[in-house]
């Protein structure tokens, strides 16, 4: 019988051409074995990849062992032409020590650098931009490196994918992208997911070269793919390529193919990749079915033997401690102190910008990203000059585009690369939250990779700036593990703060009061030094009330304590957030067992509330009255000037503070 499909000849010698078929095989194997265990419910999910093997297996093939791919859910057969061994794989799926994320994360949710791949977050589209970020590490070493990065169709109606492409268009980097269009998207199928003709055509829309390649002619993907890979290396840009295939089986296995037409199961099944090219490698001689049995045997005893490491190894266990420890990278924190006893005073934003500068002269390895950074200056002003001293490759104009460039720069952190990201205001981190909490967060933990990445968010109301420029929104992050807040409230601190956010390599939030930045000033060391996260100033001593606070709640409370010398408080700067200095708040509320606890953001779900709770489950024998909490009101943040006022907790406070004193 001949193949249905017709593949070029005089392209690939024998030796190539086996080579392929071997490395389609494996997976397929694999798949096959990996169906009946889950029949036997011995693994938990699969999504099968059974008639997409020539694109996974092609596109790797083309790459060179230190180039990165980052594929998705159905590309195992990334993972076997990597070579990564099975057993890890089996181990990994079940959840055992062996495999990539201690028992943490399922499936191909993992990375590993040992292989060069880096695998997927459910929410499918960041990976795109992280593949932009890896690229970026490349162009700025000057390396002559390619990236590859697997999305399917469904995944091209995410933003992500258009803020990826993008970003890659506009820094020329050399990122393959490669949808794997399939048919369906869940149940989905492309007529719901895009209307225009082929996905390849988008490419002219982001200034990207384009091409539309049968995903099913392992001979067309390896040379086609191969030529463009060497031509992008050569001269480095994004190029986009849509591989026409299809589905063979369920989203996931349990999910079944009701909803597709039997004609076009009927249709795809003649295309299958393994079997046309089994076809013609016989007709052609170049293959036997002798050898090919003998192969597909020597791949079943490997599947076997490696399935038995697996299924030996215990089921995994762990301790609450190492779970804990895991979250972060270990960062052994060493103070720098100022070389010499030279001070200046400055601004609060002066200080940002000294700590950023004087960082991004002694991390050689350290990039800056944000919208108008570079010829602007920044928004506010604070990356002036830096575009001079340090040059386009360092300091870097980015499009609109938050989650895109937060991906980047986890994409960086993985290629060895520093960054800082000045989000213009914090209140957009909202369009990149989803690669903050769900990439950079949890990215440690899955698969032991640091995201080196600090984001400064110009924060805060007082301003009189409306709802969407106003906003101190720590607490959508200091709820979710893995990720460091800080906040700080004089330019002494923010200068020391800056520096170890830059140096500590877990991702970082660094917020920074906009209302602080040209109303407060202090003497501040002119050399660089950093300062400890994780420890509270005590800006003033006393017995009778422990005030709690951080950020321009702390200039509130000082203003206050000022006019009303009566009142005898600790006040505690709490500095940063997260890690959170409970030792200092505790010892504090000991002494003086009244506690009042400021914060900015409207009441509910805000930090004070934890410490609050922290509190009474700790201090509650020392109380001698219940904790109160000062916050903002439960509404939007107001523009005019009055409206502002009285949203903010800065009048309420002063009435509650005194309402305490005498409780
Ligand atoms: C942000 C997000 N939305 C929805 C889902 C659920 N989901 C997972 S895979 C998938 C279909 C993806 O289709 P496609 O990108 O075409 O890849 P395929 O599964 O066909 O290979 C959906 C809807 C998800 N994981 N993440």
Redesign the pocket.
């Known amino acids: 019988m001949l193949p249905e499909i017709s593949y070029p000849s005089n392209t690939l010698d024998s030796n190539q051409l086996t080579q392929l078929f071997f490395k389609m095989l494996k997976p397929r194997l694999i798949e096959e074995k990996m169906l009946i265990l889950l029949r036997q419910g011995r693994i938990s999910k699969w999504f099968s990849g059974i008639g997409q093997e020539a694109i996974s297996v092609g596109v790797t093939s083309c790459l060179f062992p230190d180039e990165y791919v980052l594929p998705?859910?159905?590309n195992l057969g990334v993972f076997t032409t990597k070579e990564v061994p099975l057993h890890r794989l089996f181990s990994q799926w079940q959840g055992k020590k062996s495999g990539f994320t201690k028992g943490r994360d399922r499936s191909f949710h993992f990375g590993t650098q040992e292989y060069k791949i880096i695998g997927m977050i459910?929410?499918?589209g960041p990976q795109l931009g992280v593949a932009d970020g890896i690229a970026l590490a490349h162009q700025f070493r000057k390396e002559k490196k390619i990236t590859a990065v697997f999305?399917?169709?469904?995944?091209t109606s995410?933003g992500d994918f258009h803020e990826a492409l993008n970003i890659a268009s506009v820094w020329d980097l050399p990122v393959l992208f490669c949808i794997?269009n399939?048919g369906?998207?869940?149940s989905t199928p492309t007529a719901e997911q895009y209307r225009c003709e082929n996905l390849a055509d988008r490419g002219a829309g982001y200034g990207i070269e384009s091409h539309i390649i049968d995903g099913n002619n392992i001979i067309e993907v390896y040379t086609k793919v191969n030529e463009i890979a060497e031509s992008m290396r050569e001269n480095p840009r994004p190029v986009l390529i849509e591989f026409k295939t299809f589905?063979m089986r369920g989203?996931e296995e349990a999910s079944g193919t009701k909803y597709v037409p039997q004609e076009l199961m009927d249709f795809w099944e003649k295309k299958d990749p393994i079997e046309n090219f089994k076809k013609y490698l016989l007709s052609e001689g170049i293959l036997t079915e002798e050898k090919i049995t003998h192969q597909e045997d020597l791949i079943r005893a490997e599947i076997s033997a490696h399935l038995k490491m697996a299924d030996d190894e215990e089921v995994i266990s762990s301790t609450v401690e190492n779970e804990i420890k895991d979250v972060y990278q270990h960062f052994n924190f060493t103070p720098t102190l100022p070389k010499t006893s030279q001070k200046e005073e400055v601004r609060f934003i002066d200080a940002i910008s000294q700590g950023l500068k004087q960082s991004m002269q002694r991390h050689e390895n350290l990039i800056l990203m944000g919208q108008d950074v570079a010829d602007y200056g920044g928004v506010f002003k604070i990356t002036e000059g830096f575009l001079e001293e340090f040059g386009r490759e360092r300091i870097k104009n980015t499009p609109i585009c938050e989650s895109g460039i937060v991906s980047t720069a986890m994409g960086l952190s993985i290629n060895g690369v520093k960054s800082v990201v000045e989000l213009q205001f914090s209140d957009f981190v909202s369009s990149g939250f989803n690669p903050i909490v769900n990439y950079l967060a949890k990215v440690h933990y899955r698969w032991n990779q640091n995201a080196d990445v600090v984001l400064r968010m110009p924060c805060g109301a007082g301003v009189g700036a409306g709802p969407f420029h106003s906003q101190t929104n720590e607490a959508w992050f200091t709820k979710t593990p893995g990720l460091k807040v800080v906040y700080p409230a004089f330019p002494y601190d923010a200068k020391g703060l800056m520096a170890t956010a830059i140096e500590d390599p877990n991702p970082v939030l660094f917020f920074e009061h906009k209302a602080l930045y040209r109303s407060i000033r202090q003497e501040v060391p002119v050399d660089y030094y950093s300062l400890p996260f994780g420890k509270a100033a005590q800006l003033r001593k006393g017995d009778k009330i422990s005030i709690i606070t951080y950020g321009a709640g702390v200039h509130w409370a000082i203003e206050v304590l000022n006019k009303n010398s009566h009142i005898h408080a600790d006040l505690l700067d709490l500095r940063s957030l997260q890690p959170l200095d409970k030792e200092a708040i505790f010892n504090s509320v000991k002494k003086t067992g009244k506690v009042i606890i400021l914060q900015e953001d409207s009441l509910f779900g805000g930090i004070a509330s934890d410490i609050s709770a922290m509190i009474s489950e700790e201090c509650f024998e020392y109380l001698d009255a219940p904790v109160k909490r000062v916050g903002s009101l439960e509404t939007p943040i107001p523009f005019s000037k009055n409206l502002e006022d009285q949203y903010l907790a800065k009048a309420e406070f002063e009435t509650e503070l005194e309402k305490l004193i005498v409780y």
């Open positions: 998705m859910h159905r459910s929410h499918l999305t399917g169709e469904g995944g995410e794997e399939n369906y998207g869940l589905r989203h």
